[in-house]
């Protein structure tokens, strides 16, 4: 395999990382829901224990307060995938050892602190999580879009290698050609910007405020690890893959983030209900998916949505009327181009469309990620 | 909750996971013998359907081992090994016994925790093996449980050393004749190996054998060996069966999930009369 190289097309690459890389390292559970920023704490004490564990790892220590009294404190902290590609294990800390954490506090008042940084007693920091820890899994690729013998794009690796597809460039779902402020949770930087997100009608537009006042608290995904389904699979720091079955006319679509669930694509031809399950009785969390080949673009058209699920981060809302055209075009060796065209007449006024890059992540697999980790 | 509940509880559970069972058993064997395994055109056996045609496995026997002591003591006596022949450790004995005092209520399945090994095999609403030799690899792909899928690499490489131990571990499989034999190491300690609350340490190596007998069945065996919670290594296995004409499913475990509290939970078997 030789890769053609591009300087100017692997620069612009690189800075597109480097945007990525200025973003919050947490991009997966509002944090802002939990934790005040304005309600920022210092505090020592012994580790009583270290849960290493997903979406959140969580050390507990003992903090001698003024009064003397000692009080076991939860401190919350990235995901076990983001600690250990930033270089840590689950012994990097252990029960006994003393430590002082600074961060923001729990708004509820309960003994919770977001580690902001984290420190042994000899000063040294432990379990930071560097800021470019996805970006930086990544090498700028450019090169010819690999193909099957028939000249078909191929969505998975080349033969012989490994990979997928993270780096998402948009994390939420805004129409094309709207300018708004946002952070990585779909959080907007002024809620009067909320109606120029999409064409939302105007209970749907109220709604998508309300979650947005709420830090996005009520987001399924964070309290029940509810699937991240619909456009939002494609929002994950932690990536998927395609696995291209093309002997049975099948795409399985496999996810890193959220459950490591897997999504089925039918190629297959398939004009009635894809998945057996999917009936109006019975919406599903991923769908069903009719997929077909317009050119170099895979055209994926999706129905049979419940609403038990967000389908973007940041909380717009969707009903059972809710379809999707989706488009991925793998436009090089490095790059899958996704949009996203959304209709739903039972929350926005007419059909629009989103849509963003994504990057392939050479020589790597999937973390194993599992929300459910850490749910007893 | 009254012991007399609890009992009561946990029989309508081992009740409704043996309709559960039943349901998902595949019709009854056909009169005429069933067809040889499929075959790619390499000569290798084709663990999925034959062209044109759809289906996946469900196995149909259900545990690694005999428990009579077990409230799914029926069910279990369909399997090869009795539990008093298990070369339990002191403390896995122990434990074991502990889970089913506790009725196995602190089931990690339950939980909709991934399952690995011959856990996710016995996955009652089926999976499939994605065999992508151009790849190297296969895909075992499950409904059920937490609707995840596992690699099984078949590149010829080894093990890494200082695996983070995971749900699913490392896999490397090859093939022995017709069997498909994959070697896995590198678990966490979070799954148990089968209903009765197996327990293993991070020492677990599993080595499982997949043999397609002939159209209809897979024979699957384990041979579980973890010097951590074992005095030897031991084996066992499964009957899977092919249900024709169906297709993996959406199953989300965690949506509308009340299992724990429903199994276990206090409060929400108040209004059942013992």
Known sequence: MSFRAAPLGACLALAALLVLAVQPAVAHHPVA????????????????????????????????????????????????????????????????????????????????????????????????????????????????????????????????????????????????????????????????????????????RDLYVLRQRN?????????????????????????????????????????????????????????????????DDNPLFFGRSLARWEGDTLV????????????????????????????FTRSDLGTLHYAVT??????????WTSSWDLHWVAGQELPEYYCQDNRQ | MPTLLRRAVASALALGLACTAALAQPPAAPK????????HADGRINFGPPDGEVGFWVRRTAN???????????????????????????????????????????????????????????????????DLPELQRLYIVTTSNAMTYRIVYMDGREHPQNLTPSYFGHSVGHWEGDTLVIDSVGYNEVSWQNRDGLPTTEQLHLVERFTRRDMDTLDYRVLIDDPGAYTAPWESGYTVGWTPGEELFEYVCQENNLSPDAMIGEGRYSTVVP
């Open chain 2, 64 to 130: 690694l081992v005999v428990n009579p002591d077990s409230y799914e003591a029926e069910r279990a006596q369909r399997a090869p090994v009795h539990i008093k022949d298990i070369p339990l450790q002191d403390w896995a004995l122990k434990l074991t016994n502990f889970r089913h005092d506790l009725f196995l209520a602190s089931e990690p399945y339950t939980r909709c925790k991934p399952a690995g090994g011959p856990r996710q095999i016995m996955s009652p609403y089926g999976f499939e093996i994605i």
């Open chain 1, 33 to 204: 829901a939990k934790f005040d920023d304005s309600k920022q704490a210092t505090l020592s004490g012994r580790i009583t224990a270290v849960d290493w564990a997903n979406p959140h790892v969580h050390v507990f220590f003992n903090v001698t307060g003024a009064d003397g009294i000692e009080t076991n404190w939860a401190v919350e902290l990235a995901s076990a995938v983001e600690l250990a590609w930033s270089g840590w294990q689950a012994s990097s800390l252990k029960a006994g050892d003393l430590i002082s954490v600074s961060g923001p506090t729990a708004r509820n008042g309960s003994h919770q602190v977001w580690g902001t940084r984290v420190q042994r007693s000899d000063g040294s920091d432990v379990f930071t999580v560097r800021d470019d820890v996805f970006a930086s899994r990544a090498t700028p690729l450019r090169g010819p879009t690999p193909r099957w013998p028939d000249n078909q794009p191929r969505l998975g690796p080349p033969p012989g290698e490994t990979g997928y597809w993270a780096l998402p460039e948009r994390t939420a779902l805004v129409e094309d050609g709207v300018s708004v402020a946002m952070d990585a949770d779909g959080l907007l930087a002024d809620l009067g910007d909320a109606g120029k997100v999409a064409p939302l009608q105007p209970w749907a």
């Open chain 1, 300 to 327: 994926v058209q999706v129905s049979g949505f419940n609403e038990g699920f967000w389908f973007s981060n940041g909380g717009l809302p969707h009903t059972r009327l809710l379809t999707l055209t989706e488009r």
């Open chain 1, 215 to 279: 830090f996005l608290k009520d987001d399924p995904q964070f309290l029940n690890c509810i699937p991240p389904a619909g456009p939002r699979q494609f929002q994950s720091p932690f990536g998927f893959q395609f696995v291209e079955e093309r002997a049975r006319g099948r795409i399985f679509l496999l996810h890193a983030g959220g459950n490591g669930n897997w999504r089925l694509l039918y190629a297959d031809g398939r004009s009635s209900v894809g998945q057996v399950t999917g009936n």
């Open chain 1, 342 to 351: 959304v209709d739903d007449p039972g929350a926005y006024t007419r059909p």
């Open chain 2, 32 to 39: 005429e013998p069933p067809r040889p395994a499929p075959r």
